[in-house]
Protein backbone atom coordinates (compact mmCIF):
# COMPACT_ATOMS: atom_id res chain seq x y z
CA UNK A 1 0.00 0.00 0.00
CA UNK A 2 1.27 3.45 -0.56
CA UNK A 3 0.92 4.86 2.98
CA UNK A 4 3.45 1.72 3.95
CA UNK A 5 6.06 3.47 1.32
CA UNK A 6 5.14 7.14 1.95
CA UNK A 7 8.23 8.78 3.05
CA UNK A 8 6.89 12.12 5.12
CA UNK A 9 8.96 14.57 6.82
CA UNK A 10 8.52 18.16 7.77
CA UNK A 11 12.14 20.08 8.80
CA UNK A 12 11.02 23.34 10.97
CA UNK A 13 13.17 26.38 9.41
CA UNK A 14 15.21 28.09 12.44
CA UNK A 15 15.44 24.45 14.35
CA UNK A 16 15.71 21.50 12.01
CA UNK A 17 17.99 23.39 9.70
CA UNK A 18 19.32 26.86 9.28
CA UNK A 19 19.54 26.89 12.95
CA UNK A 20 21.60 29.32 13.27
CA UNK A 21 19.43 31.78 10.34
CA UNK A 22 17.44 34.39 12.31
CA UNK A 23 15.61 35.04 9.95
CA UNK A 24 14.26 31.50 9.69
CA UNK A 25 13.62 31.41 13.23
CA UNK A 26 10.97 34.71 12.95
CA UNK A 27 9.97 33.24 9.96
CA UNK A 28 8.99 29.72 11.18
CA UNK A 29 8.60 28.48 7.47
CA UNK A 30 8.04 23.96 7.35
CA UNK A 31 10.02 22.57 4.47
CA UNK A 32 8.54 19.03 3.66
CA UNK A 33 10.10 16.19 2.29
CA UNK A 34 7.95 13.34 0.38
CA UNK A 35 8.82 10.28 -1.10
CA UNK A 36 8.78 6.33 -1.92
CA UNK A 37 10.70 4.48 0.74
CA UNK A 38 10.92 1.41 -1.62
CA UNK A 39 12.31 3.36 -4.56
CA UNK A 40 14.49 6.41 -1.90
CA UNK A 41 13.26 8.65 -4.46
CA UNK A 42 12.19 12.04 -2.51
CA UNK A 43 10.93 15.40 -3.35
CA UNK A 44 11.24 18.73 -1.10
CA UNK A 45 8.51 21.28 -0.79
CA UNK A 46 9.72 24.84 -0.52
CA UNK A 47 13.25 24.16 0.20
CA UNK A 48 14.86 27.09 1.20
CA UNK A 49 17.11 28.78 4.17
CA UNK A 50 19.43 26.03 4.16
CA UNK A 51 19.86 23.36 1.34
CA UNK A 52 22.68 21.60 2.46
CA UNK A 53 20.53 20.65 5.69
CA UNK A 54 17.55 19.63 3.40
CA UNK A 55 19.51 17.28 1.40
CA UNK A 56 21.63 16.39 4.27
CA UNK A 57 18.04 15.17 6.20
CA UNK A 58 17.36 13.44 2.81
CA UNK A 59 21.05 11.66 2.93
CA UNK A 60 20.48 10.35 6.55
CA UNK A 61 17.43 8.94 5.73
CA UNK A 62 18.41 6.93 2.97
CA UNK A 63 16.34 8.96 0.01
CA UNK A 64 17.80 10.72 -2.71
CA UNK A 65 16.38 14.06 -4.16
CA UNK A 66 14.82 13.51 -7.37
CA UNK A 67 12.50 16.53 -7.41
CA UNK A 68 11.52 20.21 -5.97
CA UNK A 69 7.80 21.24 -6.01
CA UNK A 70 7.08 25.04 -4.75
CA UNK A 71 3.82 26.27 -3.34
CA UNK A 72 4.73 29.77 -4.37
CA UNK A 73 6.88 32.00 -5.43
CA UNK A 74 7.32 34.05 -1.73
CA UNK A 75 11.33 34.15 -0.84
CA UNK A 76 10.96 32.47 2.26
CA UNK A 77 9.61 29.78 0.46
CA UNK A 78 11.77 29.57 -2.89
CA UNK A 79 14.60 31.53 -1.96
CA UNK A 80 16.24 35.10 -2.84
CA UNK A 81 16.34 38.88 -1.79
CA UNK A 82 13.74 39.79 0.99
CA UNK A 83 14.04 42.95 3.82
CA UNK A 84 17.64 43.01 3.69
CA UNK A 85 18.50 39.28 3.76
CA UNK A 86 19.15 36.93 1.24
CA UNK A 87 17.65 33.55 1.37
CA UNK A 88 18.88 30.09 -0.19
CA UNK A 89 16.51 28.23 -2.26
CA UNK A 90 15.92 26.91 -5.32
CA UNK A 91 19.25 28.60 -7.34
CA UNK A 92 21.49 27.28 -4.38
CA UNK A 93 19.58 23.77 -4.57
CA UNK A 94 19.99 23.25 -8.09
CA UNK A 95 23.61 23.88 -7.79
CA UNK A 96 24.00 21.57 -5.50
CA UNK A 97 21.46 18.50 -7.58
CA UNK A 98 19.83 19.62 -11.07
CA UNK A 99 16.29 18.28 -10.85
CA UNK A 100 13.32 19.35 -11.90
CA UNK A 101 11.23 21.91 -10.51
CA UNK A 102 7.61 21.58 -10.40
CA UNK A 103 5.29 24.81 -10.27
CA UNK A 104 1.55 25.55 -11.23
CA UNK A 105 1.79 27.59 -14.66
CA UNK A 106 0.37 31.04 -13.11
CA UNK A 107 3.43 31.20 -10.78
CA UNK A 108 6.15 30.28 -13.15
CA UNK A 109 7.45 33.57 -14.29
CA UNK A 110 7.50 34.79 -10.42
CA UNK A 111 9.19 32.24 -9.45
CA UNK A 112 11.97 33.25 -12.10
CA UNK A 113 12.01 36.24 -11.36
CA UNK A 114 12.59 36.14 -7.68
CA UNK A 115 15.07 33.00 -7.61
CA UNK A 116 16.90 33.47 -11.06
CA UNK A 117 16.32 30.04 -12.57
CA UNK A 118 15.68 29.64 -15.64
CA UNK A 119 12.38 28.27 -17.92
CA UNK A 120 14.02 25.13 -18.43
CA UNK A 121 14.26 24.05 -14.91
CA UNK A 122 11.16 24.42 -13.96
CA UNK A 123 7.71 21.96 -14.89
CA UNK A 124 4.99 23.95 -15.40
CA UNK A 125 1.58 22.33 -14.07
CA UNK A 126 -2.28 22.80 -13.77
CA UNK A 127 -4.73 22.30 -11.51
CA UNK A 128 -5.35 17.92 -10.96
CA UNK A 129 -2.01 17.23 -12.16
CA UNK A 130 0.00 14.44 -10.65
CA UNK A 131 3.52 14.41 -9.70
CA UNK A 132 4.79 10.82 -8.74
CA UNK A 133 8.03 10.33 -6.56
CA UNK A 134 8.93 7.00 -6.88
CA UNK A 135 5.10 5.04 -7.07
CA UNK A 136 3.59 7.46 -4.35
CA UNK A 137 1.27 10.11 -6.34
CA UNK A 138 1.11 13.98 -5.56
CA UNK A 139 -1.91 15.75 -6.89
CA UNK A 140 -2.07 19.50 -7.70
CA UNK A 141 -4.66 21.18 -6.73
CA UNK A 142 -4.33 25.63 -7.55
CA UNK A 143 -5.48 27.54 -5.10
CA UNK A 144 -5.01 31.28 -6.19
CA UNK A 145 -5.46 34.12 -4.00
CA UNK A 146 -2.58 34.44 -1.91
CA UNK A 147 -0.31 34.72 -4.85
CA UNK A 148 -1.63 34.01 -8.74
CA UNK A 149 0.02 30.44 -8.85
CA UNK A 150 -0.50 28.84 -5.23
CA UNK A 151 -0.64 25.57 -4.88
CA UNK A 152 -1.58 22.88 -2.72
CA UNK A 153 -0.37 19.10 -2.84
CA UNK A 154 -2.28 16.13 -1.82
CA UNK A 155 -0.41 13.09 -0.71
CA UNK A 156 -2.10 10.25 0.75
CA UNK A 157 -4.53 11.72 2.81
CA UNK A 158 -2.08 14.77 3.52
CA UNK A 159 -2.44 18.46 2.56
CA UNK A 160 0.52 20.40 2.23
CA UNK A 161 -0.63 23.81 1.59
CA UNK A 162 1.44 26.81 1.48
CA UNK A 163 0.37 29.51 2.84
CA UNK A 164 -3.16 29.07 1.05
CA UNK A 165 -4.45 27.57 4.83
CA UNK A 166 -2.97 27.91 8.11
CA UNK A 167 -4.74 26.04 10.99
CA UNK A 168 -5.51 29.06 12.29
CA UNK A 169 -6.30 31.95 9.37
CA UNK A 170 -4.74 31.95 5.67
CA UNK A 171 -2.41 33.66 3.80
CA UNK A 172 -2.98 36.97 3.33
CA UNK A 173 -3.66 38.94 -0.12
CA UNK A 174 -1.70 42.38 0.04
CA UNK A 175 1.18 41.25 -1.49
CA UNK A 176 1.70 41.46 -5.28
CA UNK A 177 -0.35 38.95 -6.86
CA UNK A 178 -3.07 38.66 -4.35
CA UNK A 179 -6.56 38.52 -4.67
CA UNK A 180 -8.67 37.99 -1.66
CA UNK A 181 -12.00 37.35 -3.78
CA UNK A 182 -9.74 34.25 -5.25
CA UNK A 183 -8.75 32.85 -1.83
CA UNK A 184 -12.08 32.83 -0.79
CA UNK A 185 -12.62 30.78 -3.99
CA UNK A 186 -9.97 28.08 -3.36
CA UNK A 187 -10.83 28.12 0.23
CA UNK A 188 -14.68 27.18 -0.08
CA UNK A 189 -14.35 25.86 -3.59
CA UNK A 190 -10.98 24.82 -4.49
CA UNK A 191 -10.44 22.76 -1.42
CA UNK A 192 -14.16 21.57 -0.65
CA UNK A 193 -13.38 18.20 -2.45
CA UNK A 194 -10.86 17.46 0.09
CA UNK A 195 -12.05 14.97 2.57
CA UNK A 196 -12.62 16.02 6.45
CA UNK A 197 -10.20 13.54 7.62
CA UNK A 198 -7.27 14.87 5.55
CA UNK A 199 -4.79 16.34 7.71
CA UNK A 200 -3.84 19.52 6.73
CA UNK A 201 0.01 20.51 6.77
CA UNK A 202 0.58 24.54 6.34
CA UNK A 203 3.72 26.29 5.22
CA UNK A 204 4.55 28.17 8.85
CA UNK A 205 4.32 26.80 12.44
CA UNK A 206 1.69 29.77 13.03
CA UNK A 207 0.21 27.27 15.69
CA UNK A 208 1.13 25.07 18.51
CA UNK A 209 0.15 21.98 16.78
CA UNK A 210 1.80 21.38 13.50
CA UNK A 211 -1.09 19.56 11.84
CA UNK A 212 -5.13 19.39 12.02
CA UNK A 213 -7.63 17.55 10.05
CA UNK A 214 -9.24 19.72 7.64
CA UNK A 215 -12.68 18.87 9.58
CA UNK A 216 -11.42 20.23 12.56
CA UNK A 217 -9.90 23.26 10.24
CA UNK A 218 -12.96 23.91 8.59
CA UNK A 219 -15.20 24.20 12.07
CA UNK A 220 -12.10 26.28 14.14
CA UNK A 221 -10.58 28.52 11.74
CA UNK A 222 -12.74 31.74 11.53
CA UNK A 223 -12.03 32.39 7.64
CA UNK A 224 -14.49 29.57 7.23
CA UNK A 225 -17.41 31.38 9.33
CA UNK A 226 -18.39 33.94 6.76
CA UNK A 227 -21.62 32.71 5.11
CA UNK A 228 -20.53 34.48 1.46
CA UNK A 229 -18.16 36.30 0.07
CA UNK A 230 -18.98 39.59 1.08
CA UNK A 231 -18.69 38.63 4.55
CA UNK A 232 -15.47 37.62 4.05
CA UNK A 233 -14.15 40.30 2.44
CA UNK A 234 -15.26 42.72 4.96
CA UNK A 235 -13.27 40.80 7.67
CA UNK A 236 -10.66 39.32 5.64
CA UNK A 237 -9.65 41.57 2.29
Request: proline share 5%.
Given at each position: ME????????????????????L??????????????A???????????????????????????T?????????????????????????????????????Q??????V?????????????H???????????????I?????????????????????????????????????D???L?????R????????T???PG??????????????????G???????E???????
Amino acid sequence: METDRLYFRHLLAGTDVGADNDLARQMVNLVYLVGDRASGEAMVIDAAYDVAGITDALAADGMRLTGALVTHYHQDHVGGDMMGHHIEGLAELLTLQSVPVHVQSDEAPWVRRVTGVSKTDLVEHHSGDVVTVGDVRIEIIHTPGHTPGSQCFLVDGRLVAGDTLFLRGCGRTDLPGGDPAALYESLTRRLARVPDDTVLYPGHLYSPELSAPMGATRRHNGVFGPANLEEWLALFA
